[in-house]
């Protein structure tokens, strides 16, 4: 193994191979940071000409994450197929082995697309309405094949109530959640769709301003209410960027056509479920912000957001 494919093991380096181009040879790889469950590199590829260009490998290396793998590198392999055919922007699918037959681990190995995540607090304005509009084109799309029903696994005896918390509006939130599903039309869900998953591309001030150039991340697509990406990524953009910011992403979403539940206790609902569902991953999710430069953003600074959005959400909706 080379000092500039270190980091890769020789199965997983030899199965990559054998999925370029003739000719071409891995020249560099680099660690991307922000994965939660899997490992992120990124390849980049000597091609005949001399020139250059990049894919994506992730694995999945943690034991305690193994035994979801192959279903979740199969979940996003079968989307990111589906996407190529549409105008959603996502990775194209070069090869997947989702059983660890060939590599060390389980590994999905995808193109790379250009652009960055945007986390700080700049230009939120500016970002919200784009994020809203990627969302509705995502949940307007009609495979022929549904992927499987949603799954959501916070249940009130899983919820986390954060140290120092308004205790009444989190038992009022609790509660919420003991009643079965609200009825919904299902959709087409990306299921983690937040700002850790969205690269912009990002021009030096003026008119063009950002714009998005692709949505990653796609192994846990299932088919669910609209509701609930929505309430997904209002409750990372309350966490990342104050409570206020969860309740706009809805309204957002709502102006860029998409539709809701009808019913406020409806919406209440789905918005609450995932706030709460966020209370057992606070330390996870926010190690990557920090990585990403949002140093500000510790448990304890999230956990206080969390409770002020959960409060915030059972003043409006509940």
């Not at 380096?13 to 660690?31: F, K, Y």
């Not at 199969?74 to 989702?98: F, K």
């Not at 945007?118 to 309405?129: A, D, I, K, M």
């Not at 209440?268 to 500000?296: I, K, N």
Request: glycine letters at 8%.
């Amino acid at each position: 193994m080379s000092e500039q494919t270190a980091g890769v093991r020789p199965l997983t380096l030899a199965w990559v191979s054998r999925h370029l181009e003739a000719g071409e040879q891995i020249v560099r790889t680099e660690a991307l940071h922000g994965g939660i469950t899997a490992d992120m590199r990124r390849l980049t590829i000597g091609t005949r000409d001399g020139s250059t260009r990049d894919l994506v490998l992730r694995s999945v290396v943690d034991p305690i994450h193994a035994g979801g793998a192959e279903e979740g590198l199969n979940r996003e392999a079968g989307a990111l197929a589906l996407l190529s055919e549409t105008g959603v922007p996502a990775p194209e699918l070069v090869a997947v082995d989702a059983t660890a037959a060939h590599c060390e681990h389980p590994s999905l190995l995808m193109t790379h697309l250009a652009g960055r995540t945007v986390l700080e607090n700049e230009g939120l304005e500016t970002r919200v309405p784009l994020l809203a509009r990627q969302l509705v084109a995502i949940h307007a799309l009609r495979p022929a094949q549904r992927p499987p029903e949603y799954v959501a696994l916070t249940t009130a005896g899983t919820v986390v109530t954060p140290k120092g918390a308004d205790t009444a509006a989190w038992a009022a939130a609790i509660d919420v959640i003991r009643r079965p599903a609200p009825p919904y039309e299902g959709r087409f869900l990306h299921r983690d769709f937040q700002p850790g998953n969205v690269l912009f591309a990002v021009p030096p001030p003026g008119p063009a301003g950002p714009r998005i150039t692709g949505v990653v991340d796609w192994a846990a697509t299932c088919w669910g209410p609209a509701d609930l990406d929505v309430a997904h990524c209002s409750a990372n953009l309350a966490l990342l960027h104050g409570p206020a910011w969860g309740l706009r992403f809805a309204e957002a979403y709502e102006e860029a056509g998409g539709v809701l539940a009808a019913a406020a206790s409806e919406r209440l609902y789905w918005q609450v479920r995932d706030g709460l569902a966020c209370s057992e991953e606070v330390r996870s999710v926010s190690r990557p912000w920090r990585e990403a430069g949002r140093t500000e953003l510790t448990t304890r600074a999230v956990e206080e957001r969390l409770d002020a959005y959960v409060t915030l959400l059972m003043d409006a909706l509940g």
